[in-house]
């Protein structure tokens, strides 16, 4: 027993020599923060992840330079840079592959345009989309950024997110105002999130391109997280706007429901 034993720890640390601790540690750092925890000190940090603080302010201070994170002389906290994390995980697995079938299927339901998408920094990323009938805007191409804040689909993920990451987020960005109707202030963008989080869902009217009104819902994962939002696209002059959510919120709720037991 004992020389099995030896043999197993030899090739733990043969196996062991070819990582990197810091990078390791660095994770760790990261997950570290949470809903409870979103401003933290070095020791709260070291607390929380058992390095020593001396160790903690190296890996802290690493994540500042590399932008994962911001510091007020007192505490630190994580940026929205940290989503490129998470979007480089949701591009290396197939979310799109996964939606696809359900937008498209949506798409032949209402014979609207559907796109679905994720936060990807300040910016909404469709990754799956369908125009059955007809192409409506931006919204129907795979790979299109539009500004999270000025769009529906943007708005509806950012709901979910806490108060303190929108805070973050709309101090970092510039809103550029892309329509007449679009909405610039943060009072208005707070307004609009806090609406969403009310009602379950999202209106967009001709704020991203005139002619062009869109209502969104939240796709959450299985632990009930938002990850994504789906949308219907349509001409102003098919639908005004308080028609939108009669015509087209039953069908998206059931479809986001759908995509919840697949991610």
């Given amino acids: 027993m004992a020389t099995t034993r030896t043999r197993s720890a030899n090739g733990s640390r043969n196996g062991e020599k070819d990582l990197v601790a810091g990078l390791a540690n660095g994770l760790r750092a990261i997950e570290a923060f949470s809903f409870e925890h979103k401003l933290m000190t070095v020791a709260d940090v070291a607390r929380q992840t058992g390095f020593t603080r001396a160790a903690t302010r190296r ?8 932008g994962y994170a911001d510091f007020d002389g007192k505490r630190f906290q994580l940026t929205s840079r940290v989503l490129r994390l998470g979007h480089a995980y949701i591009s290396s697995v197939p979310l799109p592959q996964i939606a696809q079938p359900i937008v498209e299927e949506l798409g032949h339901k209402t014979e609207e345009s559907i796109a679905f998408s994720v936060l990807e920094g300040a910016e909404s990323l469709t990754i799956a989309s369908s125009a059955p009938r007809r192409i409506v805007g931006i919204f129907t191409r795979v790979g299109t950024h539009l500004p999270a804040f000025s769009t529906s689909t943007g708005r509806v993920v950012l709901a979910g997110r806490s108060d303190e990451f929108v805070e973050q987020l709309l101090r970092t960005t510039i809103i550029e105002k892309r329509t007449e109707k679009t909405k610039t202030s943060p009072a208005e963008i707070w307004e609009e999130i806090r609406r969403i989080r009310k009602q379950g869902y999202g209106l967009n009217d001709e704020e991203v391109e005139v002619g062009l009104r869109v209502i ?8 009930g997280v938002v990850v994504a939002a789906l949308c219907v696209s349509t001409y102003a002059g098919r ?4 028609q939108l959510k009669r015509n087209f919120l039953d069908d998206l709720l059931q479809a986001s429901g759908r995509l919840r037991q697949l991610i």
């Fill in 216 to 223: 969104a819902v939240p796709v959450y994962n299985s632990v």
């Fill in 239 to 242: 639908y005004k706007v308080d």
């Fill in 59 to 66: 890996y802290l201070l690493t994540l500042k330079a590399a």
